[in-house]
């Protein structure tokens, strides 16, 4: 069975419970995680996840509150024992903003560290980010002040969707990445330049035919009252939960 951890559900700035938004797919044979932007390791381990048999890391943007926990995410998942080469995708600005995190530290003295193994996904609608026998990944542009994508996760075995809009406006992308998604993953940090406020959210989801929408990327304050004016568009309308794990 597939599953959908919430490692992270705050933006930028957030309240004190939440960290970065970063999120994991995962099923008995995979663990595929998203964005770094803080400890994500010990989010992982907080989730009940092994960080050492991660199968992938998918990065969506540049921005420090989605690839700064990078350097970090290495050193421990190296510490923990990881060997194997870390397979990680993205768009070229975010690949190259990990790059550069990770190149202010001097680690030539670290045995035994994993590789990076980098994997450019083409910045195009729908592009394959990653398949193998478990999860289809792909990926579309959305709107947001520097390239950033959004993601649908298809999971093979079962045929669930589960879709993550990443930081954007409402945009058509996310109604087609979004198509009949089990779960769609949306941000809500408010309306304004590059972002979504819940009731746009809640439109997107009833555009795109979701089964469950579940609100990331929170600003600090919001609780479960402000969504009232989204469930009138949309009534499987949620805040995501901190480490909360949703089975599909």
């Known amino acids: ?26 099923d008995e044979a995979s663990l595929i995680v998203i964005d770094c932007g803080g400890d994500v390791v010990q989010r992982l381990l907080a989730a009940g996840l092994d960080p050492v048999n991660l199968t992938a890391l998918i990065l969506t943007h540049e921005h420090p509150d989605h690839t700064s926990g990078f350097p970090l995410f290495m050193e421990r998942i190296w510490l923990l024992g990881r060997r194997a080469p870390i397979p990680i995708y993205g768009i070229q600005p975010a690949i190259d903003q990990a790059r550069r995190c990770f190149d202010t530290y001097n680690t030539s003295t670290w045995q035994g560290l994993p590789a990076r193994d ?19 990944v792909r990926a579309w542009p959305v709107v947001h002040p520097v390239p950033t994508v959004g993601l649908r996760f298809e999971h093979l075995p079962t045929g669930r969707v589960i879709a993550y809009s990443c930081d954007t406006e409402p945009t058509d992308a996310v109604v087609e990445l979004g198509r009949n998604a089990d779960i769609l993953v949306h941000e809500a940090t408010g309306e304004g330049p590059g972002h979504t406020s819940p009731e746009d959210a809640a439109r997107q989801a009833a555009r795109a035919g979701a089964r469950r929408l579940l609100l990331i990327h929170l600003p600090p304050g919001i609780t479960d009252a402000d969504l009232e004016p989204a469930r009138r568009h949309f009534a499987a309308t949620e805040l995501g939960e901190e480490l909360g794990r949703y089975d599909l």
């Open 118 to 136: 980098w994997h450019e996904v083409p910045y195009e609608p729908g592009a394959l980010v990653l398949e193998n026998d478990r999860w289809r």
């Open 1 to 26: 069975m597939p599953s959908l951890y919430l490692l992270g559900t705050g933006a930028a700035v957030s309240d004190p419970h939440r960290t970065t938004t970063m999120l994991a797919v995962a």
